[in-house]
Nanobody, 118 residues
């Protein structure tokens, strides 16, 4: 059974940093796309970053140069280092795993709140 549990959210001032973690169980990292999404109040959920099966990373434009996604296969953890945070980064952040092989299932964590405010 796949389980994703996020942690690390909280309240931070603009310009500050947070590191989100997603503890994953029941999945194989090398055959999965590992992603972070976020959903701000009143807005649709949006994709933030992906680390692919090869380890390559991609980011939405608004976080490039500020956020870093990484995976630790030994610890089965997906992380999102967020630096130079802005008020517009305020959202619930979700960990997502999409299998790159059959049955191509997709899984979500429960989310963790990030609030950027002075």
């Amino acid at each position: 059974q796949v389980q994703l549990v996020e942690s690390g959210g909280g309240l931070v001032q603009p310009g500050g940093s947070l590191r989100l973690s997603c503890a994953a169980s029941g999945i194989t990292f090398r055959t999965s796309f590992l992603k972070w999404y976020r959903q701000a109040p009143g807005k649709e959920r949006e994709w933030v970053a992906t680390v692919s099966t090869t380890g390559s990373t991609t980011y939405t434009d608004s976080v490039k140069g500020r956020f870093t996604i990484s995976r630790d296969s030994a610890k089965n953890t997906i992380s999102l280092q967020m630096d130079n945070l802005k008020p517009e980064d305020t959202a619930v952040y979700y960990c997502n795993v999409e299998m790159a092989v059959w049955p191509y299932s997709e899984y979500w964590g429960q989310g963790t709140q990030v609030t950027v405010s002075s």
